[in-house]
């Protein structure tokens, strides 16, 4: 059971049912895009991806490993567009195929500052992956290549997503009105 605050109840914009019917087309697709692939590395960024991360993953057939960045949380920054890399990834880049992982993009400086990054460290190629789209919030280009949903400029939670730590465990998309 799930210990919200009865007003503060998200309002439900992508089911469960979605979500899980959408991750699965998604992993079709990652899978069978890097079915040569012999060093396919999924990078997430925390703590946001990691449910859709564990869903999506779990579908793939082609041998995957796994780690993680956290970048400063949304807001915390100085400027914006300033992202701070709170925690590296452990695991070496150069020659690596690098799927990244991550929940939503909103203006995309935190995946571009990612994206830049795994470039320089020579990674063999890297494609993003993002189960949420905030196209009108955009301020820097990122090309996503694998996109969950496309959605309008609301603030949302769960399926990972917080709420000042909150709501992350709900198992929907919700809107915080
Ligand atoms: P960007 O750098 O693209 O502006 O921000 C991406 C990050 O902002 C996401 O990883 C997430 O942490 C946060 N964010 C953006 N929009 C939302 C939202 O609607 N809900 C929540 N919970 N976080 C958001």
Known sequence: MHELDSKATPRTMISEQKLAQRVAELAEEIDRDYADSDRLLAVGVLKGSVFFMVDLLKHLQVPVAVDFFQTSSYGDSTEPGEVRIRKDIDLPVRGADVLLIEDIVDTGYTLRTILDLLRFRKARSVRLCALLDKTS?????????????????????????????????????????
Request: a negative charge; zero cysteines.
């Open 137 to 177: 919030r955009r301020e820097v280009e990122v090309p996503i290549h694998y996109r969950g949903f496309e959605i309008d400029d609301v603030f949302v939670v769960g399926y990972g997503l917080d709420y000042d730590e909150r709501y992350r465990n709900i198992p929907y998309i919700g809107r915080m009105d």
